[in-house]
């Protein structure tokens, strides 16, 4: 039974660190796209970053550029979001999602493509 379960969210203070995770049970991460999105209240679904795990393409909203990194760990079957230099406009729920390269879409994909969400994890970000 596939499931994705994110953790690592938090409050912290302008210019902070957390590194979140998505720890994925169920299925081979190869055969998905692993994406990354935050909702603030009030506000729409942002795609935050991606990562093809079969290759390891990345991709990153221009406003998280040079900030965040996504990365794997294909041992324990989790992905990781490490979110440094953070500023509140950063505060939401990130949610992690999986999409399956079986169905084929382009790249990079979009919320649509994604089959299995988390539950989400907040982040605040304030002083």
């Known amino acids: 039974q596939l499931q994705l379960v994110e953790s690592g969210g938090g409050s912290v203070q302008p210019g902070g660190s957390l590194r979140l995770s998505c720890a994925a049970s169920?299925?081979?991460?190869?055969?998905?796209?692993i994406g990354w999105f935050r909702q603030a209240p009030g506000k729409g679904r942002e795609g935050v970053s991606y990562?093809?795990?079969?290759?390891?393409?990345?991709e990153y909203a221009d406003s998280v550029k040079g900030r965040f990194t996504i990365s794997t760990d294909n041992a324990k079957n989790t992905v990781y979001l490490q979110l440094n230099n953070l500023k509140p406009e950063d505060s939401a729920d990130y949610y992690c999602?999986?999409?399956?390269?079986?169905?084929?879409?382009?790249?990079?994909?979009?919320?649509?493509?994604?089959?299995?969400w988390g539950q989400g994890t907040q982040v605040t970000v304030s002083s």
């Open positions: 999602a999986a999409a399956w390269l079986r169905y084929g879409y382009p790249w990079p994909p979009g919320p649509d493509n994604f089959d299995y």
């Open positions: 169920g299925f081979t991460l190869v055969d998905f796209d």
């Open positions: 990562m093809r795990i079969k290759g390891g393409t990345t």
